[in-house]
């Protein structure tokens, strides 16, 4: 199980960013997959959820409304939109696969003017 998010970088408050994670080594489509962040000095903390058809998610309330998780099942592909960024959304971000307890290796998120 492999699974490679890029996508991070700096941006100001107010500004947009798209989060990847490539996944290989497991068939994709069979689980839900997560997104999880965690921010210097903190607990890495959960974010996001898709179910594996891509039907339902479910976010965290600070971030409902200005994120999205999507998935592309024919590309192996999960996906966070972010957008209306703040400072407080600094952190790693890591997708994770729920069937297989798999994380990638995260991507720094900064948030700042």
């Known amino acids: 199980v492999q699974l490679v998010e890029s996508g991070g970088g700096l941006v100001q408050p107010g500004g947009s960013l798209r989060l990847s994670c490539a996944a290989s080594g497991f068939t994709f489509s069979s689980s839900v997959m997560r997104w999880y962040r965690q921010a210097p000095g903190k607990e890495r903390e959960w974010v996001a959820q898709?179910?594996?058809?891509?039907?339902?998610?479910y976010y965290k309330d600070s971030v409902k409304g200005r994120f999205t998780i999507s998935r592309d099942n024919s590309k192996n592909t999960l996906y966070l939109q972010m957008n209306t960024l703040k400072p407080e959304d600094t952190a790693v971000y890591y997708c994770y696969a729920l069937r297989f307890s798999s994380w990638g290796q995260g991507t720094q998120v900064t948030v700042s003017s």
């Open positions: 898709i179910t594996s058809t891509g039907s339902n998610t």
